[in-house]
C-alpha cells in the first residue's frame, strides 16, 4: 500500500519539477533580465564606465594602476591590496583566507607564532629586520618560510639581513609609507594593507586617500590643496547617513585627475 | 560600537519588526485552510488550478503526516536526480559558453544535495566549474524548490500540533501556493532591487575593457541578480518571523495560544541575535591585536578601522559582522566578507549562530518547527521538574513524543561531532586544512555545523573539494535536512487529533515569561553546551592564546 503512495508521489514529483524547471529555471530568470535591461539599463549590465567611446572598467569593481612591470603609478591613487587573481582579476573574485593570527598575514608576532631556526616555536622572532620586527624571510625562489628547517635556504641582502615576504601586514606597511614619502611608523589606514572580501573592492578609505594625496600631487605637479580638495569632493558619504562606511572610490577620483590634465 | 554600527543594528531590527507582522499577516491568509479569498486569488489562483491539474492532484485532500512526509522524499529523490543529472552532462548540454566541462561524480553528489537541501554549500569553483544552464536552470529550480519544502513543512508542523483535525495538510498545495504566492513574487521583486542598486542581470559574457593604466581587466556578466534575490530569500522568505502568519488558522484557541508564544519568544530571540551580532560586531571593529600600532585600525570618519583583511571598504568592519551574524542566524550562510579572516571573537559570534541551528531566529520555515520542537522539550522537562503533566496547547506530550523530539534535538549535534571528529584523526581530513594551529580545527569543525544546519557558509581555508570531504559533507547535509522535516512531521502526526484538555490550575502556563525564560536555557543548554569542547578548543583557545 505504501509503495503505491510513494509511486504516486514519484509521479506527481516528476510533473511538478518539469513544471518548476521550465517556469523558474527558464521564464523567471528571463522576465527579471527583460525589467532589468528595460529599466534598470546601466546597472543591469555592469555600471560600465566609458571614455572616449571605449570601456575602461566599472564603476564597481576595483582595478590596478601599475605600470608594466607591476610596480604602482604614482599619479594614480592606488587601490587596497587585492587576493582576486594576480590582482583585481575579474574573472577570479576571491578573499586571502588567512586566519587572524597566519603569519602570511600578519607576520610573526614575538610570542604568539614565532619559531626558531629549526622550526620549534620560540620567544622571539630570529628573523626580525630592523625595519620589520615580524619579518618572514623567503626562499630564493621568492616563496615565504613560515615552517623553518634546519638547511633551509634564505634570501638575504648585501648587509646580510633577511629579505622578507613582500605580502604581510607589516611589510605592507612599510612599503605603503616608502611609496607616500611618509615618516617610519607613523599610522597608516587599515583598509590600505588589508585584502578585501572579494579582491575587487573599488574603494578606499578617505584616510587612504588622504595620505596617498601628496604623492599623487607631487606626481602630477598639482597643488597639493587641489588634489585633497578633489579628495574631499569625491567622498561617498554612508548610504542615507548611516549604511555602511564613507568612500572614496579609486577609479572615479583617477578619471577626475586624468580630465584635470 | 561605534554610533552608525548601532544604528544599522537598530535599522534591521526597526525594519523586521515593522515587515515582520505584514509578511505574517499575507502568509496567514495565504495559508489559512480553504483559504480562498486570499489576496491576489484572481492572478494567482487560475495558476495554481493550472498546476494541480497538471500534476493530477487533489487540492482539497488532507493527508497524514507519513503521506506528507513520502511526498517530501519524492520530491527530494527526483529534484536531487535530475540536478545530479544536469551537473555530470553539463559539458555536453546547451548553455555552457564557458566550456565547463561535466562535473566529477562526487562533487556534483555533493552540489546536488547541497542545493536540494536549502544549503547551498559550495565545493565547487563558481567561475569554471558551472555552466550557465547548471547555475540559472539546475542551481536556481532547487534554491525555489528547497524554500517551499521547508515552508511547507512548517505549515504542517503547525497543524499538527495546534490543530484538532487527525491530518497535516496536502503537500502539493502547500508546496505550489508557498512558490505561486510567497517566493517568486518577492524574488522577482528583490531581483529587481537588487539590479537598480548595481547587481548585474544581462546575457552577455565577459566584457573586456582596458583600464586607465593601460591594462586589461575581464568584467563579468550574466544572470546573477536573479539567482541571488531566491538565494537570499529562500532561507529567508518563510522564515521564523514569518511564523505569525504560517498558521492554518484550524482552531482558534490552539492557535491563539501558539501566536501568544510566539510573540513573546521573538523578543527574547531577537535580544539573543542581537547579543552575538553586537559581541561579533565590537571585536571585528576592535581589529586585529597582532598587527603593528602603526597599522591605525582607530575607526573615524575618514577611516573603517577595524579588522579589514577580508572586507570591503564600504560596508566596514561593522556593517560587515552585522550581514554575517545576520545570514548565519537565518541559516542563509550568504557572507559578505572573509569568514576565514575574522578575529577568534567575531567569527565566534557567527559560529554561535550556527550552532544554535535553525532557532536563532531560523531559516525557510525550519525556524518554525525546530522552535516548536524546543519548545516541546521544554514544557516536558519543565513539567518534569514541578510534577505537573507536561501538555503544549492543551496536549499531553508522552513518551512517543519524547522520543521523537530526542532523537530530533540530537540528530545533527552528533553528525557534527562525530564526522567532525573523524576528519581530524585520518588524513584525507587534515590534508585539506590551509591554516595551522586551532584556527585549522574551527575550520574543520565549522564545516560540519554549517552543513548540518543547512546553513552552507565556509571559514573558507579548507579545500573541501576532495572525496573524503565531498563525501561526508554530503552525508551530513542530508541527515541535517530530512531528519529534522521527516521527525518534525512524525511528532506533528503523533499529536494531530490528539485530545485537547481544557486549561485548569494545573497546567503548565506556555505563553508567560517564566516559560520563555526557562525555554531559552533549554535552547542554551540544547544547542550551546553539546559543542562546548569543540568552542574551546576551536575559537576560544585561538583567542586566550592569541
Redesign the interface.
Known sequence: M?SV??GR??V??????L???LV???G??L???G???L??HK??????VYRGG????????G??????KGNP?PQ?FQP?PSDAGTG??????G????????PL??GF?AG??TVGLNGQPSATNPFATAADP?CVPTDPQGNPV?SPAPGQKYTKTADGSYVCDPDT??ER?IAYRAFNGMAA???????A??????GL?P??????A?DQAPRVARARHLPVEQVITLVHRDTQG?EWG??????VNV?QI??VL?GLA | MSVSGWEQLLFIVAVTAVAAPLLGRYLAAVFRDGGYGAPGDRVFLPVERLVYRTLGVDPESSWTWRAYALAVLALGLVSTLLLYAILRLQGVLPGNPTHAPGMPPLLSFNTAISFITGTNWQAYEGETQASYLSDTVGLVVAQFTAAGVGLAVALAVVRGIAGKARTVGNFWRDFTRSLVRVFVPLSIIGALVMVSQGAVQNLSGFRTATTLAGGTQQIPGGLVASMEAIKLLGTNGGSYYGAGGAHPFENPTGFTNLFDLLLVIVLPFAIIFVGHTVISMQAELHGNQLLPTSVSQVASNVNPGGNMEGKETRFGPEGSALMTVGTMGTTAGATDSALDSYTPVGGTGAFVAILLGEVSPGGDGGGLYSILVLALLAVFVAGLMVGRTPEFLGKKIRATQMKLVLAYVLAIPVTVLVLGSISLVISPGTSSILNPGLHGLTEVTYAFASVANNNGSAFAGLAANTPWYDTTLGLAMLIGRFAPIVLGLAIAGSLAGARVHARTRATLDTAGPTFVAFLLGVIVIVGGLIYFPMLILGPIGERIIG
Open positions: 505504501r503512495i510513494f508521489h514519484l506527481a514529483s516528476m510533473v511538478m519539477l513544471v518548476v524547471t523558474l529555471g527558464f523567471y530568470p522576465v527579471v533580465t525589467l532589468s535591461q529599466f534598470f546597472q543591469a549590465n555592469g555600471s560600465l571605449k570601456l575602461i572598467g566599472s564603476a564597481l569593481l582595478q590596478e594602476f601599475t605600470d608594466s603609478l594614480y587596497r583585481y582579476d575579474g574573472a577570479s573574485s578573499a586571502s583566507n588567512l586566519g587572524p593570527s597566519n598575514l600578519v608576532v604568539v607564532n615580524a613560515t601586514i607589516p606597511a611608523n607613523a599610522p597608516v589606514p587599515v583598509d594593507v588589508t585584502a578585501s572580501g572579494s573592492d574603494d578606499i578609505s578617505m584616510q587612504n588622504l554612508r548611516f549604511l555602511g562606511e564613507p568612500t577609479l583617477n578619471l586624468d
